[in-house]
Structures are given as structure tokens and as C-alpha cells.
DNA sequence: CCAGGCGACTGGTCAGACCAGTTGATCGAC
DNA sequence: GTCGATCAACTGGTCTGACCAGTCGCCTGG
């Protein structure tokens, strides 16, 4: 402490901001004000040189950090530019991915936040669902069917598509778009488990069990019974991943069973 | 459709490689993998130029990519390098910002999301909480208490904490991180009509409700019994935020009180 | 002992060059 | 005429070399 410390008006340090976060942000701006609208091109890296009157490697690292944010891509020697993306779920796939890599987060922890939004994406959906929706739910429910001992990439393909259509019936993008997200990371992390697990010779088997659990939530959603199909849902997502984890993680699990 | 079509064997379409990204995803890997631990150095962009052979706006994109991802931090002039700062829920966060901001999601799902993802964390913490959880809970809740109609900003951080311990006691950190983000984002968000709200001069009357029904929850954790909690937490939001939206966001809400 | 200055670094930025790829107009063969 | 190859004018990706303003460690003069 020092003998007198001077009166506290609220300054706040100044931080240097580099060109190309001003660069960066002015063009995020654009993107997220919808003045630049997916689809739209940027100018060429050249020109907005000329326009924002800094160097190339600044445009240059400023497109690397949209890039990299999933709102624009780029592509060599197109004469359009770059291309506006818009904001993507990619980027919180991507971010929810390395929280899952790291040690922040087990693959249990994954596990059950994926039971957490799943049951809550039934939940609404069985208030909010269409008869449109009931009919693609049945027929991807019809293809896993299908799919058992036959095809299991189509089989996991129908799958996810089956959570994604739930996901998008309960109204909420965000709920959605996080449900996805955390569904790919899952798929991710455990992908070489479940091939092992395919390899011992019992993927029919969960397969089968798998189209029962789904067909028994399309009922519950079908009678608007959003509880029991959230209850189902997360029944069936233990089911499928408990085996694969180690006691401990399994008890964790449980307890989001409710 | 071709007359002759080839013999389909699993050819992948090559898509080519930056240089750039190749370097991202070394030095991403090593951090991932824990070799290059938080608060560890990076060498200097030249020596990295010597390492990877490449040049320095390669090196520099590169590191320009992990900046925007958190994964690290540099600053001019630092004789040690760019400082790794491991993975951290910042890039979440900042995704689901963008997200909130885009079209992509209104005010109103970013709420329910909201209480989605709190109604969870109660469900969670009351089977998981120890008296440590408890006794922090019990102290913020008696912070807020004392702020109303004398600090709102601090009444606020007192309230953010309580979600935030919430949060953590549910075990999962990964849905700790996204109830934070979304928390945020909704603070963000709405800022300005609380204000407003505070203006109208009802600002004492909703934090006194405010902290009856933390209270109310803190006494459903202590008794272990996550659904009412959950209710609770559902039913506290709602009545929070349901007066400053359109009544069609309202009725879209009341779906996900259950 | 310490203050101040002097390098030797750092990252941030710029300018200019080259490469490989894409595109569209041009031109020649049919 | 149409079609296909050619070519020039772009594009983004990469490299080089330079300069600036910071930061740090050392070293020197007091």
C-alpha cells in the first residue's frame, strides 16, 4: 500500500487494440448486423486493403480470425472473394469439442449434458410438435430399422438426424444447435469405442434395442407426453453409453436419470 | 447419370491443406494433449519460422487462428513468447453470444435455453451439493438480500454467482460453462430493459421477489429435492424476465415451465 | 547501490514479390 | 456455327525483408 493512493475515478486501462482485431470486427459487425447476409461475397484481399488503408498480412490475419470463426470461407484464385458464411454452429461444435478433448470435461460429463438437452428438446417438442414432424420422425425411425445388421453408418446417420429433427421440433434453435453440437462431440470421442464394441460381435443387439427406445419415444411424443418421452430419452441414451464407461463415470450418469 | 460409371471405392476428395492450418493444429495438438501446459511458452515467432519452415505471415495466421480460439495470448515486445492459456470456456461463450446476436435465436429462446440449462443445475446440485456449496449459497443469497434498494450491481454479481455455484455444485462443468455463457448472454442481451425497468422505478420489488425465490430454492437444495429446485428455478426466471417480452414470447416460454 | 541508458530481443505492420489455382474471353480447328 | 485449347487477368497462399514501438536485461556512470 502506498502512503497515498490517489482518488479512484474510473479509468480503465488501456489496452492497445491491433488493426486487424479493428479489421476483424468491423467486418464481424457487417455479418452479424445482416448487411452482409450469408451467400454475399467480401472484396478481394487487395481491394480491402485499398478500403480499410492497411496492409495485406493485416486484411489478411483479420479473414483468418472470421475464418476460423466459421463466418467466411475462402477459397484460392476465386474471383469473388471471399465467401460470408453467417454464424454457424460449427464454431460452438468446434468449441464444445475441445472442452470435451481437454480435461475440463469427461466424456461422462458429455454423456449426460447430452442427456440433459436431449430430454429437454423431447420435452418441448412433445408441446410444440407438428404432424409433419411426427411423419419424419416415424420414417427415420422406419430407416434405423431398416439399417439394423445392415448398414450401421446409414443406421447412425438416421440417428442423429432423428435427435436433430426432435431438436428443431422443441422450437428452440439454440437448444437445438447445442444439442447438435454436443451429439457430434459425443460421436467424436467415442466413435472408437462403439466400433470396438461392434467388433465383439454385439452391434445388432444394441441396434435393435436402440429402434425400440426411439420407437417408444415417438409414441410419448405422439401423446404429447413430453415427461415420459424426456424420461425415455434419457433411459436410452444410459443404456447406450453406460456400458462403455467405467463404474465411477456410470454412477454419474445415473443421477441425471432422475 | 454417366453411361459407364467407375467403380465407387472409397476415394476421398483431397481438399488441400494450408500451410497455416498445419501449423494450427500442431501446436493445438500439443496443447490439447497437455504438452504444452497452460501458462508455458510458446518459442518466438521467428524461432517457430526456423521449426515449421515457413515463413513468418504462415507462423503468424497460425497463431492468429489459436489466439481467437483462446488457446493462447501474446504481446508485443514479450521476450518469452506467446503465453498458452489452455483451453477455456471463453470461446464458448463468445459462440453462443454470436449465435444470441444473430437471427439465429430471439431473446425469448435464449431465456428458455436459460432455464433449460438452470433448472438442470438445480436438478443436478440437489443430489450432488456438499455443506461447503450450501454454506456459499447461503451467503449470496444473503448478499442479495442486502443490496436490493441500495447496490443493483452488486445484488446482480451476487445473483450471477449464485447461478454460477449452482452451476458448479451440478458436477458438470461443461454445463456450468454453458449456463454461464447463456447467462451472460442474457445479461447482455437485456441489459438495457432492466434498465428501463429501473427507471419505471419497480426495480426494488422484482429483486425482493428475487430473493424469496432464491431462497426458496436454496431451501429445496438443502432438502435434496432437485425437482422442485428445478421448478422453482424454472418459475423464478420466468416471472423475471416474462414481463419485458411480447406476449407470443411469453406463451413460448410458459411451454418450458412445465 | 542504484538510475539511466543502451542494445538485443519481441510482436505488429507494411511492401513487394512469386506461385498455383480459377475464371472468362479469345481464338483456332472442325 | 460449335467446340476445345489457349491465354491473360485475376484470386488467395506464401515468402522475404524491412521498419516500428514496445519490453527486458545488462551494463555503466554516478
Given at each position: 500500500m502506498s502512503a497515498e493512493s490517489p482518488v479512484r475515478i474510473g479509468f480503465q486501462p488501456v489496452r492497445p487494440v491491433r488493426a486487424y482485431q479493428r479489421v476483424a470486427e468491423q467486418i464481424e459487425e457487417r455479418i452479424l448486423a445482416g448487411e452482409l447476409p450469408p451467400g454475399s461475397r467480401l472484396p478481394a484481399e487487395r481491394e480491402l486493403v485499398r478500403q480499410f488503408d492497411v496492409g495485406r498480412s493485416t486484411i489478411r490475419e483479420a479473414l483468418r480470425v472470421l475464418q476460423s470463426s466459421g463466418l467466411i470461407r475462402s477459397r484460392p484464385g476465386d474471383p469473388l472473394g471471399a465467401e460470408v458464411l453467417g454464424v454457424s454452429p460449427d464454431t460452438l461444435s468446434h468449441a464444445l469439442g475441445r472442452l470435451a478433448r481437454s480435461h475440463l470435461s469427461s466424456l461422462a460429463e458429455l454423456i449426460q449434458f447430452r442427456m440433459v438437452l436431449d430430454a429437454e428438446s423431447y420435452r418441448l417438442a412433445a408441446r410444440l410438435h407438428t404432424e409433419e414432424d411426427l411423419r419424419r420422425l416415424t420414417e427415420l425411425a422406419d430407416r434405423m430399422g431398416e439399417c439394423v445388421s445392415c448398414d450401421p453408418h446409414a443406421f447412425s446417420e438416421a440417428d442423429a438426424q432423428f435427435h436433430r429433427v426432435v431438436a428443431e421440433a422443441s422450437g428452440n434453435a439454440l437448444l437445438a444447435?447445442?444439442?447438435?453440437?454436443?451429439?457430434?462431440?459425443?460421436?467424436?470421442?467415442?466413435?472408437?469405442e462403439l466400433v470396438r464394441a461392434e467388433r465383439d460381435g454385439d452391434a445388432g443387439e444394441w441396434m435393435r434395442r436402440s429402434v425400440v427406445h426411439h420407437r417408444e419415444i415417438l409414441a410419448a411424443l405422439r401423446a404429447s407426453d413430453g415427461g415420459r418421452a424426456a424420461r425415455l430419452g434419457r433411459e436410452a441414451l444410459f443404456e447406450h453409453y453406460a456400458p462403455h464407461l467405467p463404474e465411477r463415470d456410470r454412477e454419474r450418469l445415473r443421477a441425471a436419470l432422475d
Open positions: 444447435l447445442c444439442a447438435r453440437a454436443v451429439h457430434d462431440a459425443v460421436v467424436d470421442a467415442i466413435e472408437g
